[in-house]
């Protein structure tokens, strides 16, 4: 399957060096899904995540839930070799994965702004497909559609309302909880950013 451009741009050294930005906050990552998971009383074995990176959100889970399966789809093949080390997982693109086996849990953070909006249907279909209770999004908002510059790249951030178009996409689907995360909050990590969990 041909890569967009915005796949190689993490394939690329960009991605390898964004591995040293993300290494090292398992605590906070912990205290933030706290608030999202357990205030919300989910109950969950399993978790799959599209765009892991090296692990830090899967490593977070298991400190909350000890016995968790996890697996990571990542891209980035230097990411991908910290990954393994604790999760099961795939080195490639979200949109050829494929698996028959379906997880309590699908989570994105901080993936769907960084793909070509022309995929983010495929990537809903992702969530939604292999996912067997819920579904959580950890992702910058914007009512309306706006491309951001990217440290200096242009086409590699994109502002939505993810949300929104994934319950259009789903309607079945309903919505447990949303909320928002301050960057300022003692226990945050990285910039602002709006949650919402669902459930199928």
Known sequence: ??????????MSKFGDDY???NLHHEEAVKRNFAK???????EINSCLEFGSNVGVNLDALKLLYSNLDTFGVEINAKAYEV????HDGFNGSVYEYKNKKRYDLTLSSGVLIHQNPKKLKSF???????SKKYILICEYFNPKP???TYRGNENKL??????????SNYPKLKVIDYGFVWSN???????????????K
């Open 1 to 10: 399957m041909k890569k967009t451009n915005q796949e190689k741009f993490w």
């Open 19 to 21: 591995i040293k930005r």
């Open 36 to 42: 999202i998971l357990l205030k919300n009383n989910i």
């Open 83 to 86: 990954l393994k080390k604790n």
């Open 124 to 130: 809903y279909d992702q969530l939604y497909v292999n």
């Open 146 to 148: 706006v491309k951001v």
């Open 158 to 167: 994109f502002k939505r309302d993810f949300a929104k178009e994934l319950l």
């Open 185 to 199: 909050d003692k226990y945050a990590w990285g910039d602002d950013y709006n949650w919402f969990l669902f459930s």
